[in-house]
């Protein structure tokens, strides 16, 4: 973490900025942000960037491994395997912890992965507002690889929207507008210029998906999929909805199934450094002393599950010992400094994959600051200097 940067925003921070830059945020779509925004962004060194990359690249070294979809079709859940599959994801994302080392040493930790999208959209727009707000110098970005804001969001239309009339590509959720992610899914249909469909409003005529607008009936052809199907098994009172498990005449960005494959389920065919070691639960062969492992359920999001201090009885409860992991605890280094307590911090690349790319390449970020036991709202309750952000990287 850049120590100049940030002795010099944090002697610089009033509220009176931050409540005119937060004016600005909420203003992209008024009602809509139902998260907290931190009141400082990330500024991260050349060389902390670099062992982020080097770390994402072994790991995509095992997600284009020819045998990788044999070696994940355990984790697509049965009753939720979708069909048409495509030959891999356009959208992965890898969550680090900037945390401590036994050395006393900075260096980031691989907390989870998902081939699955995040606040793609709003984060174009944030970062833009973030970075007037913070003075960020001209050696900073939020983007990766060369990309800036307009030829990322070009990117981005390309793989949603591709060649097609965007009415006929649709963001699919359920509920879209009581979700706490919402404000993204607006800055999305803003930039690409494709309606956001709930899945209730998604009807099938054989195998041709359509929506109706003002009377209309409009085919869907692609589907920007947003839906995490563990949430849909959980939802209650939502009526009559088509089953996504049959076979219709379209196109998922990203197909659901890379949900599962490309997630916690991966954790344990990774060797590296700066990736915690992990074990699927069942095929835990030797004792391990519990104090140094987290406990997660492979079927699970937002956090929901997790057992921080797991002890033999947790285990010993577990009817399915074949979807839960076992994983090396990692800390999270206080490096933050805010007005009181120091913030831990965690930061979200962004990879985007075209369908003629060999590999996924690197392209934003988000990040997530935290004075609680874990990332989250629900740790983080009445704290300041806490909430999501973006990182700047120095080029």
């Given amino acids: 973490m850049d120590k100049k940067l940030r002795e ?39 060389e902390f960037k670099q062992k982020m990359l080097d770390a994402c690249e072994d790991i995509i ?73 913070a003075d960020i110098p001209a050696n900073y970005s939020a983007y990766l ?21 965007p009415k006929n590509v649709i963001l699919l959720e359920i509920l879209p507008e009581q979700q706490k992610t919402r404000i993204d899914f607006y800055c999305t249909q803003q ?36 839906i995490i199907f563990d949430d849909l098994e959980k939802q209650e009172n939502l009526g009559p909805v088509i089953d996504l498990t049959k076979p219709y005449n379209v196109e998922w960005v990203p197909h659901p199934n890379w949900f599962y494959r490309i997630s916690k389920f991966t954790l344990p065919f990774i060797d590296n450094p700066h990736v915690p070691e992990t074990f699927f639960l069942n095929e835990l062969t030797q004792p391990v002393n519990l104090e140094d492992y987290v406990l997660k359920p492979l079927f699970s999001f937002a956090g929901m599950g997790v057992v921080i201090d797991v002890k033999q009885s947790d285990i010993d409860a577990i009817k399915d010992p074949e979807n839960w992991i076992l994983q090396r605890k990692v800390f999270y280094a206080p490096v933050i400094k805010t007005p009181d307590e120091p913030a ?37 309750k009445d704290k300041e200097w806490v909430g999501g952000g973006v990182a700047f990287f120095e080029q």
């Avoid at 900025?17 to 809509?32: C, F, R």
């Avoid at 994801?89 to 980031?108: K, R, S, W, Y």
């Avoid at 690889?145 to 009339?165: F, P, Q, R, T």
């Fill in 145 to 165: 690889n060369g990309y800036n804001e307009e030829s990322y969001i070009a990117l981005l239309k390309e793989i949603i929207v591709g060649s097609l009339d």
């Fill in 191 to 226: 930039l690409l210029g494709i309606e956001i469909v709930c899945l209730t409003q998604l009807k099938a005529d054989g195998e041709t998906l359509y929506y109706e607008r003002n009377g209309e009936r409009i085919q869907v052809k692609r589907i920007y999929n947003r």
């Fill in 344 to 380: 831990k911090a965690e930061i979200r690349l962004f990879y985007f994959w075209k369908n003629d790319w060999p590999r996924p390449v690197a392209v934003h970020n988000l990040s997530r600051l935290s004075k609680g036991k874990m990332i989250g709202t629900r740790y983080n």
């Fill in 8 to 46: 010099k925003f944090n002697s610089s921070f009033t509220k009176a900025k931050y409540d005119a830059y937060m004016q600005e945020v909420e203003g992209l779509h008024p009602g809509a942000l139902d998260f907290r925004n931190a009141e400082t962004p990330i500024f991260v060194t050349k």
């Fill in 61 to 133: 070294d095992v997600i284009v491994d020819p045998k990788f979809k044999d070696l994940t079709q355990r984790s697509i859940p049965k009753e939720l395997n979708v069909p048409n599959e495509d030959a891999h994801t356009q959208f992965v994302v890898f969550d680090f912890g900037v945390c401590e080392n036994e050395n006393g040493e900075l260096e980031p930790q691989l907390i989870e992965m998902q081939g699955f999208p995040t606040l793609f959209g709003f984060q174009a727009m944030h970062s833009r507002l973030t970075a007037a707000y």
